[in-house]
């Protein structure tokens, strides 16, 4: 009997511990909706030492945005995406420039969201985002950043990303040029006979 509680505690005791662990790996797609870690801990409600900037504060389709999070304090993970403003599902896709600590996730789409690849301590990444090729709206980057197993931060967000205006077509037409010489003669022509 002494032996059969030692393995129960020992089977229960493992599967605890497994699940405190986590994804070392960055392998997070089950934190893909929520962009929380299954750490066993809540996540920290004060203000995030670390942020994420964009590159561009308007977007066009299928134009590219450098996506930067840092922050002073190393960080062992992260999950970054991009969303619609107040939207839960990622949009676009993610280019992986740092291939040595970052890989793509299946979040609603291949590549659609960037993970930790190790634990290692990171300041500074970035992954290059592709707006999808029709508009998404105004988005906003969102990212999961954990400074240990039990202190992370989530969905700290990035500033607002608007769709660029639609470019207006100018009243000017260059041809006009072609014609300058025919308006110049015909006008100097109803000058004569006024």
């Known amino acids: 009997m002494e032996k059969l509680s030692f393995f129960l505690f020992l089977l229960i005791g493992g599967n605890f511990l497994l699940v405190v ?3 070392p790996n960055g392998q997070v797609t089950a934190s893909c909706i929520n ?6 801990a809540s996540a920290q409600t004060t203000l ?4 994420i900037t964009a590159s561009k504060n308007t977007y066009s389709p299928g134009e590219k945005i450098t996506v930067t ?11 970054l995406q991009a969303r619609r403003a107040g939207g839960s599902a990622a949009v676009g896709t993610f280019t992986i420039t740092d291939a040595a600590n970052s890989q793509g996730l299946d979040c609603n789409g291949p590549n659609s969201a960037v993970s930790h690849k190790s634990s290692i301590g990171l300041t500074k990444i970035q992954a290059t985002w ?19 197993k039990i202190t992370f931060w ?3 967000k990035s500033s ?16 006009i040029m072609l014609h300058l010489p025919l308006i110049l ?7 004569c006979y006024r």
């Not at 995030?48 to 942020?51: H, K, S």
């Open 185 to 191: 003669f015909v006008s100097g022509i109803l000058m």
């Open 35 to 40: 962009m929380i870690p299954e750490h066993g």
């Open 154 to 156: 989530v969905q700290v």
């Open 130 to 148: 592709v707006a999808p090729s029709s508009s998404a709206g105004d988005l906003e980057f969102r990212a999961t950043f954990v400074k240990s």
């Open 69 to 79: 999070l840092q922050g002073s304090d190393p960080f062992e993970g992260f999950l």
């Open 48 to 51: 995030a030492p670390y942020n």
């Open 160 to 175: 607002q990303v608007t769709t660029a205006p639609a470019s207006s077509s100018s009243s000017f037409n260059p041809n």
């Open 21 to 23: 662990t986590c994804y």
